[in-house]
Structures are given as C-alpha cells and as structure tokens.
C-alpha cells in the first residue's frame, strides 16, 4: 500500500489516502511517485503535484521496522510539507520551538527538558507521583533562558 498526503497550495496537509500498490507501479513493477500522483489527480479531481508521498512507517525520522525513513513523519493532518527539506512537519507545538531537522521534530529554544532528581524518578517509581516536566511558553517569554516547569501530573 502507498500513502499519499493531499496538501494545499500553502503546503498544509489536508487528507492522506491510501492506494493499491497498482496505482502507482511502473511496467517494470516498481512504485513510481509520479504515477501514484498522476492517478489521484485523475480520480480525486486535484492537481498532482499537491499529493506527496508518504510512509507509515516513518516518525520522527526513524523507520519502524529498521528500514530507511522516507521524509521525516507520516503525515498528518495539519503537518505542514516543507518541500525544502523533504520533510512533513507536525503542527508546532509552541510559537519560541524550532526545527531539528536530524529528528524531524521541534525543540524548545533552549533544549531538552531538566532530568528529574532521583527522588522524582523514585516517587514517579512508586507510583506517589508523577513528575514531568512542561514547556511553560509564557515563562520563556519572561525569561529566554527558562520555559520548563516540573508538574505532578497525578495532581
């Protein structure tokens, strides 16, 4: 099976479809993108060149099953196309998060979230609470060098 996002002129994914390998392979056997575009564009009524292929088994620039990972994330709705890069984004979490185009994902501006204590991860353990740290946008805001915040989620 072949996925394909629909995106919009402004790169915005507005539907993914699935196809039957024959929709999209070659007289020598070999899925071809351009064949797969071609035949959505003639039965879904919109222009080839705005459905992209896609794979499910690709998240976080990582395959699922150990193969090679095909343009960053399986598209969603709302992901944004960014055809520079080859990559489908999803929607950015904070207006101040940035791409990390290794990982094809956001991160905060001033990077990962602080390891708990191990008292945290002993309670977190225990099952007495749950510590996680959040990104507190209006506190980066305040403070370009602070946005994490430690919350008990059991709370």
């Not at 402004?10 to 539907?15: G, T």
């Not at 064949?35 to 395959?63: C, D, F, M, R, V």
């Not at 370009?144 to 915040?149: A, E, F, L, S």
Request: hydrophobic share 35%; proline share 5%.
């Amino acid at each position: 099976m072949a996925h394909f996002a629909k995106i919009s002129e402004e790169n915005i994914v507005l539907q993914v479809l699935v196809l039957d390998d024959k929709d999209c392979i070659n007289s020598e056997g070999v899925e071809v993108e351009s064949i797969g575009q071609a035949y959505l564009e003639t039965h879904n009524n919109w222009p080839a060149h705005l459905w992209i292929k896609t794979s499910y088994n690709t998240a976080k620039n990582q395959h699922t099953n150990g193969g090679t990972p095909f343009r960053g994330n399986y598209a969603g709705i709302d992901y944004i196309w960014d055809e520079a890069n080859q990559i489908f984004w999803p929607p950015k979490p904070f207006s101040s998060w940035v791409k990390d185009l290794v990982n094809a994902d956001w991160k905060s501006p001033i990077g990962d979230a602080p390891v708990l204590t191990e008292e945290q991860e002993a309670q977190n353990q225990a099952l007495t609470n749950r510590w996680v740290y959040i990104w507190d946008e209006s506190k980066y805001e305040l403070d370009n060098t602070d946005g994490w915040v430690i919350v008990d989620q059991f709370l």
